[in-house]
């Protein structure tokens, strides 16, 4: 019955140990682009622009179209934060790949809303958008001083206003308790939307520290 059987043991050694790429590859960073394990998408992306532009690519990346792509990553990485390098380099071809599309999530409306889709408008908008995340100043919640009690019990009233309606993450007892720590008397946090109207509160006295 074995003596039946086909003997594909060979052929399976064969196709383990079959080189790749099975042809010489004349063009390496086209070869780089495609299989390099550790390479980025926007890296990628980057060498596509630069070395072989499409009309797209001219009209969206001027300054970058058929450019040298080493020095441009090295001006990317040096220069760019989060944020800048996704609103310098985010291309449309790169937003159509993952999809990418903008929603509008208003609490105050019953359905979702697609503010951006896959058009010039729309890949700005969403670039934009996505370059925002990655912003302190959108991601950080802007936490003020409010007001100090001089003549009462010394107390330090923050104030945090409200970005896009977010609220305040119960972890901001655990900064205003260091904070009291280091100001010595109450300290009470207000979190407020834009018409100055109070929707969280926290209070820490340095007693409560011990």
Known sequence: MWRTLPRTVGKQQRKEHRRFPEAPQENLLYFIEKNAPLLEPWQREIVRICEHPTDEDR???PDIAGSDW???LDHAMRHFKDESFIGQ???PRLMREFHLFSIVDDAAQKDLQVSAIH???GYRHVREALARQYDLNWREPGI???NVNLRGDRSLTLRHT???DR??????EEVIKHLARLWGFRIPLES??????????WEVTPAQQH
């Open 59 to 61: 009209a969206w990346f």
């Open 70 to 72: 080493v020095k441009t």
């Open 89 to 91: 380099f985010l291309s």
């Open 119 to 121: 058009d010039d408008a």
């Open 144 to 146: 003020q001083v409010w």
């Open 162 to 164: 409200r970005q896009n």
């Open 167 to 172: 609220p305040l993450d119960n972890g901001a």
């Open 192 to 201: 407020v939307d834009a018409h100055e109207r109070v929707l969280q509160h």
